[in-house]
Structure formats: structure tokens, C-alpha cells
């Protein structure tokens, strides 16, 4: 019997993902080069569907990276000459700090215990800095930030760039693409595909960042998927290296998929799960949510505390073929992770949560 | 009816890919965690299988990577503080050489018409040279340069480091990983997989060397799939981003596939195939191999001049589901590639002979 999973990705496979593998392995969309038409049709589609489902206007490109990690060290080469300030609230708004020392750069942060979010109020972005990391969703937390949030922070500084970190929740959060200069996230979450390819949003304001840092003497903005090489290519949907042509095929027939169902659709069904799970979690005794704050809470990855050991949960699920995630780091053994990605439907998390008070 | 794909990568897909993907989608392996004992026994197969396949010692680790191309700027960032050295011969060892430039390396070349290869005797390496980069193969010329001419370069140099592009050769050279630092390739040419997954062998010297260069002041060895972190992650089998799991666990069983054959009959196989392919175009008045000095021409992509446009050649075998290479850049009219790769049969290679007299 199959499990189904609900881990915070890799996680449960979107229920048209086979059939769209069928119809790439038909077509044999393996063996198409990526100097073909055949392929910069598909990069042609892909950028549409996802152009529609995300709202995402004419000056913003869409890239493929070979994960999101790999987007945290593209941005910060090509956008950041000195300084970055870092929204930190957990492990991997942490990571994408630590890549910004590895790169040397004048990284700042603002930190939040891991469980706590931010809000417009709390933030005073550094006067040098050149980008702000913001983390839509931190998926070791379970702690999201509100788009109104990171509007509003945007709206303060315009002059700034600012990258949104949406890896574990897009396509849900409604981020305004008319302000926000970049995001990113990764096809092993809610688009329910298997990992090894990274979609990297950027608009004109970071090409031309990274246009200037690379006329700086003694300034490199890296050597592989630059911005601008990402952007010439763009132009006729072709990539610099060779990419992961049949995920960049199947991405953009989930994403057609998730258009036919509709964006609001697919947001309140989202929210409609994520009622469901918190609500239970709230009123079991061997339960708690771990995101104290009800603005705070992710819609998209649920953590809760548990009072038995994690483990207990976690395998008794795994014995009715229900797989969950285990806290993040030191939370392992006292928290549990659940996805709410669109590839598990409410009939799924009703019996999650029928499983859970077992 | 399907296409047999005879192009350099994308490339035919290896015939058990399919039934190996379909126990990949049955045991849900796109869907497992990273972080779980599965992965780790996954990334330790398909270690085992490739160190079998490619005779790689224990000194030196297997990482995993988004592509190739990604490699040549790891291992620049990695393992270059000042100058690199480039044995440039078409348009991919070029590549090579420009991300150096990219990264501000003093990169030296030594260069060679396209269609003309490297030997031994030719090359004096820069004395201040830290990592000499050869391409085996290259793709774009077809061109080879033989591992015995490499490892008596190496002999030669012994203090610098050795990196050998085997992008669209791997496994047929044979080379020397007791003398070679650091080697790599990407898995949509001979491995017969569709692309997203790039292979890096290093050595302990190359992770030595990294880590001495990370201590530096005022240098850095990136943020992403830096050495010192691939190998931390290694020790337990685990990677330091989320992988493209489903590929490393297809390039394994592949890998075992190639080992059930055995290394020595693939490589006579591919050599046969080889010799098939450079008679005929030697033979026939419409075709000549563009590589005129036997011991530099490719065992795995076959290059030849056309009498007529290429595109003629091109589209006349597409007619009969065969699909071969164009030239490369300036040569995409005059010339065709025709890979020699596993995926295709000898009798599918005397096929192609018989739709290219036609």
C-alpha cells in the first residue's frame, strides 16, 4: 500500500505528476535537446502558466536553477556589492545569512526566536544594506510572514531590493510582483514533484544590479547562471547550461493544472486544511500548535509540539501509511511536521487528523 | 514510432531507465525525505556502483551537483587562490576557461584549432598554474585527448592538481584516479538518463586544498556545494541541499547495469560501434570525419563533414526516426555529431549507416 506523504518536501507527488511523466517519457522529452524548438516551447509554456498562476508581470524573468539553495548564492552574487540584511527565524532564513558570510559579503540580520515572526513594525533595515531577505515561510518553523507585511516593509524601502524566500509555500503566498523585486522556491513542495530543479523570479531592478557589479573592477557576480548569461538566454526561452528539461516540462503542466483549478481556488482550499489541522491541534490534549501567534502561523507547514516523544506519533502514522516530518534540529524528538501542500486533499488530512488523536 | 536519439546529450535514454524509474515511482522515492536512512542507502549504492564502474579509490568522494557546467565553478572557487590552466580545443573546454575569467582566476590556455587535439608532448604547464583543467571529450569538436597523454601530463606535474572534464565520455576513459584529482560528468550522455544531474569526483588533495583556501583572508570558495561542505554531508551519505534524488537513485541502477556488463566489454562495445562509424564516413564520398589524426578522434561523439547542408543529412534520417546532431556554433551547417553512447545498439548504429548512404 502506497503512504502518503505529508513531510515538508520531498513530499506527496501531485496526483497529475505521473500522468504528465507519461506523456514526457511518449514524446521523449528526455532525449530532446535543449537547443530545440520542442524545448523552448516548453520553457515557453512553463514561464505562461507559471507568469499566470503567480501573477508575476512583464519585467520580472523566470530562471531554472538546480535547487532554491542554489538561488540564495545566485541572488546574493548578482545583487549584493557590500551588504544584505537577513530576516532570521529559523534554519533556513539562517542558511541563506550564513551563505552571505561564506560570500563574503556585509551580511545584517534581525532574529526571532525559532517559533516567532516578523511583522512590518518589528524591522529597521540597515541604511547600506542593498537586499532584504525575507523568508515567506520558514519551513523549520512552521512561521510565515505576511505579503501585507512584506509589502509594506517593501513600500518603506523601496529604493532596496527585496528577495522573498517562498520555497514552502508557493503558490500560495500573493505576492505583488509590481514591488517585489525576486523570489524563489523549489518544484519538491506544494508542486508536488520530485526535487532537482529550482525556479529563481527576478525583474529588471536585479539585472541591472548585477549589470553594474560586473563592471566593478575586482567584482565577480560568478561564473555559472549569472543573471545577465540567465536573462540573454531568457530571451529566446533557451537556458546557459543544460537544464532539467523534464522537470521544467512537467512544472509547467502542474501549473497549468493548478490555473484550471484557479489560484483563489487552490489559496482557500489551502486555508481551508490549514483550519482543520490547526483547529484539531488546538483542542487535543497531546497536541499544541508550536507558532503561538495565529498571524504567524504557516499555512503551509504546520509544526506542532506533542506530548508524547515525536517518534511515537510519527511511526504509529507511519503504520497507517501516513508519513509526517519530524521537528526541525533540537525540536526533532518533541515536534512533528505536517505539509499542506495542494497534493493531499482534505479527505487526506481529515484522516491525518482522525490518525493523530489515535 | 519513437526516435532513436544518436545526439551528444540529451541523448537516448539507456533502455532500463524506464523500468527502473517505474520501481523508483512504485517505492515512492521522489516523494522520500533527504535526511532519511533510505537516501542515505540510495547515495551509498549509487557510490559503490560508480567507484566499481570507474575503478575510484577511497581517497577520493562522489558529490552530486545540478550540472556539469556547475562543477567547473566549483572546482574553480574550490581549488584555485590565483591561476588555473586551460587546454582549450572547442567550444566547451572554452567554457571552461571563461568561468575562470568570470571568477577573476589569472587563467593561461593553451589552444588548439577546433578539430585538433592535445598530446603530451605539446603541453608546457605555467609554473604558477594550480589546477590544470583537460576535457577528455570534447562535445562540441570531437575531439579526444587519450588518459595515457593525460597521466603522463600529471606524472609530469605532479604537484598541480588534475581536473578531467568527462562530460560525454564517462565511463568509457580510463582514467587514473590514483594520479587524477578531480574529475566529473553529467548524467544525458552515456548514462542514458534525461538531464538535471551533475556528477563530481574530488579528491582529497581538492578538499585540502579548499579548506586552506576557505582559512585565507579575504577569499572565498562560494556558498553553494562548496567541497568542504559536500564532503562533511558525505560522511553519512547526505548532501547539503535537497538533491535530485530520483536521478541519483536511476543513476545507480544504471551504474549497476553497466557493472553487470562489465567496464571492458562497454568499452569494447563503444569502440566497436566507434570503428563502425569512422570506416563508414572515411568510405563514403558525401561524408568525411572532421578530425583528422586518428588517436584524436572521439570513441563517443562522432564528428563529420557533410557534402551536402547538413540540415539535409539531418532531416533525411529524421524521416526514419533517427535523430543526429548538427554541427557545433560556425559548423552547425556543414557538420553532423552522431553520439556512440551505450543507450544505442550496434545494430541501431549500422541502422544509422545504412539511412546516412541513403
Redesign the interface.
Known sequence: M??T?F?P?????YPT??QH?QTA?DE???????RSQTFRDIYKHTDEQLRTLLNIPATHGIFF??????V??RI?LNCVEHESFHLVNGSFSRKFY???Q???KYAHLAEKPFGEGFDYADIEVPEYAELVCVTHNETSSGVQMRPAEIHKLKRKYSKKLFCVDIVSSAPYPDLDFSIIDSAFF?V?KAFG??????VWIAGKSCLEKAERLQRYD?M???????LPTLWKNYQTFET????????IYILGKIAEDFNRIGIDTLRRQTEEKARMLYKFLENHADYEPFVADDRHRSQTVIVAKTKQPSADVINAARQANM?I?SGYGKFKESQIRIANFPATSVDQVAALIEQLKK
Open positions: 502506497k503512504n506523504y513531510t518536501g520531498p513530499a506527496e507527488l505528476f505521473y511523466l517519457l521523449q522529452i528526455g532525449s530532446i535537446s535543449h536553477t538546480g535547487s532554491a539553495s542554489e540564495w548564492e546574493l550564513d551563505y552571505a561564506s560570500l563574503h523549489s519538491q514533484m520530485p526535487a532537482g530543479l529550482g575586482g565577480t557576480i560568478g561564473a555559472h547562471h549569472t546557459p547550461a543544460t537544464p532539467n528539461v523534464l522537470g508519513v516530518g
